[in-house]
């Protein structure tokens, strides 16, 4: 893992392509405008494998088809609501339909840049990518495990991955391998499990304090790990996901992978309802009940 110390997941993102666009000859990046200062050194010296379409999100989409079908491995980044949302029914053609992999890089998550309004908030993102067959999701929480998780996706020869960056971020990285959830701290045989995503681990430990809880940790959301969630779960099949995108969205995945034991799914994470006084992270979390404080209260609730 070589990290940029002290970067966000952005900076990070921008260090580990461009190494792979110097390294590995089959890899190409295709921007929408947002993104092409960080990568104007790489565009120079890779003119005919880093392709800026301007604001042209569908248009992006569909060149990132036609370069996997050459044989490149596209690598496509803009903010999350222009690279999932607005471009969905390219997503669905040309890449799913047409059975070929690219490597889809958001940033701005569901409440980064809330400063700039609804249109570059998209806690939806990854329950809509649900809607299509064959995703691998990512959510870093932290950018040595964006650097790890981008690696890990472009390595991923012909298959669909989205990794998830954001400013949202925990203070330390974690042994994560793709895939897999990490056990971060585990309860006795009797104790509910809490599943943080990504950027909410931190939260999601000091709100648990010394709660007798088995906290996961997952970077990897599809697949999901229903093995390790299983094998968590011990004697007590209470399960609370915590995660920074809508509320819900890994909640039938949780069901599936218990659907042989008794057991309750309690699904945090950003609501539908909108929230039309833009603020910062922390006062988005805070909102959405997500901070510490606001964690703590409704899992205790829930598993006592």
Known sequence: MQSVHGATMREQFGATVTELLDREPRTALVLADIGVAQFAGA??????????????????????????????????????????????????????????????VSAGGSYDRSDEGRTHMSPGDVALLDTLPGWHVHVPGH??????????????????????????????PRPVAPGRFLTVRQGSRTAGTVLAVGPMLDAVLEAVGTLDVTVLYAATVRPFDAAGLRAAVGERADVVLVEPCLAGTSERAAHRALAEL?????????????????GSIPEHLAAYGLDAAGLRARIAEYLW
């Open 43 to 104: 565009a120079r010296a890779h003119p005919d494998r880093v392709v800026n379409v301007g604001i042209r999100e569908q248009l992006m989409i569909g060149v990132a088809g036609g370069l996997a079908l050459t044989g490149l491995r596209p690598v496509v980044h803009t903010f999350a609501g222009f690279l999932i949302e607005r471009p969905f029914e390219q997503l669905k053609l040309d890449l799913c339909h047409q059975g070929v992999g690219a490597v889809l």
């Open 262 to 278: 008794p057991h309750r799914v309690l699904s945090l994470g950003v609501p539908v309802a909108e929230h039309r006084h833009y």
């Open 143 to 172: 950018p040595a495990e964006a650097d790890l998780l981008l690696r890990h996706a472009v390595a991923a020869d012909d298959t669909l991955q989205y990794v998830r960056l954001s400013e949202h971020r925990n203070a330390e």
